[in-house]
């Protein structure tokens, strides 16, 4: 499931802790938040109610859950009251606010502790920084969870990679179209990928990309860019092999720009579908495409194998 920290003041452990959280559309979920901060929230979460897709690409900033869970952290004791007044005063109504007491830990820790290594396939191990990776011949990408959708744990996410794992990527070039955090590019190059692009029209996950390619030793096969830089910079480019981890709807919007990208023999990933949409994507694609169908839970990864 996505998770968008909109604030968080904690730096030392404090001794008791009161947790609130409300669902609440997305229309209103702004006001939840000015709510919970106004009322002192040491940390604001936004998480989907319905375990929905992170982002749209269309709009990265923003959460497009509509369906939304903001979670407030406060030192206690707290008057609990002021808080249903301006919910019901901003929302015309009072929704359900869950609480539960929390005892005095150190949370930035507890935080951290709670990443774990993931094992994806035969090839890949995603380790955050702050943990050592266990003894095993599979290589090793340090993704640290953050505000950029992509550590791996997501089953769109982890259907990409582990098709990666399975594939020779040897001296290819692969484009990561909506790169997020960078793990699936980045990836692709410490499987042996040539080059590999990650493209993004959200700067902070350019920036992220960034960061974790250097992270990981592949700032030298592993190029991050905005949209409009890379398009205006590689005009005509193809390659042997596009990832487009998005959203359903958006990637029938660019089915033409991916369609183009593709070299002739090449292939492409498409995720981010859950099962009822498989029918659709594949209607705007298989003019190009033929296509192997992955799942995991409820979501999908298309594998396309061009026919030309």
Same mark, same amino acid.
């Given at each position: 499931m996505g998770v968008i920290f909109i604030t968080l003041k904690i730096s030392t452990p404090l001794s008791d802790y009161l947790q609130l959280a409300v669902s609440v559309d997305r229309k209103h979920a702004h006001l939840v938040s000015d709510v919970f901060e106004s009322q002192g929230a040491l940390s604001v979460t936004v998480t989907s109610t319905d375990d929905e897709e992170c982002f749209d690409i269309a709009d990265p900033?923003?959460?497009?859950?509509? @369906?939304q869970t903001l979670t407030a952290l406060f030192d206690s004791p707290f008057v609990v009251s002021d808080v249903d007044a301006l919910l019901f005063e901003g929302l015309g109504y009072n929704p359900e606010v869950m609480q539960s007491q929390l005892k005095d830990q150190d949370w930035e820790r507890s935080w951290l502790e709670s990443f774990e290594p993931v094992s994806v396939g035969d090839k890949l191990l995603i380790c955050p920084s702050w943990c050592e990776p266990p003894e095993s011949n599979k290589t090793v /990408?340090?993704?640290?969870?953050?505000?950029?959708?992509g550590t791996g744990s997501h089953e769109t996410t982890? $259907?990409? /990679?582990?098709? /990666?794992? @399975? $594939?020779?990527l040897k001296g290819k070039t692969v484009l990561d179209f909506g790169c997020g955090s960078g793990i699936l590019g980045i990836a692709a190059s410490k499987l042996g990928a040539a080059k590999t692009f990650g493209i993004d029209i959200?700067?902070?996950?350019v920036k992220a990309s960034r960061e974790n390619a250097a992270i990981n030793g592949v700032s030298n096969s592993f190029n991050a860019m905005s949209n409009d830089d890379f398009f205006s910079s590689f005009p005509n480019f193809t390659c042997d092999l596009v990832i487009a981890n998005i959203l359903a709807n958006t990637l029938i919007e660019l089915s033409s720009t991916i369609e183009s990208l593709v070299t002739i023999k090449g292939m492409v990933l498409l995720s981010g579908i859950l099962a009822s949409q498989?029918? @659709?994507?594949?209607?705007h694609f298989e003019e190009r495409f033929f296509f192997g169908v992955q799942q995991k839970n409820d979501w999908v990864l298309l594998i396309g194998n061009s026919l030309d």
């Open positions: 900033v923003e959460p497009d859950w509509a @369906k /990408l340090t993704i640290d969870p953050g505000m950029a959708f982890f $259907l990409c /990679l582990e098709q /990666l794992g @399975k $594939l020779d959200d700067g902070r996950a498989v029918d @659709k994507i594949r209607d």
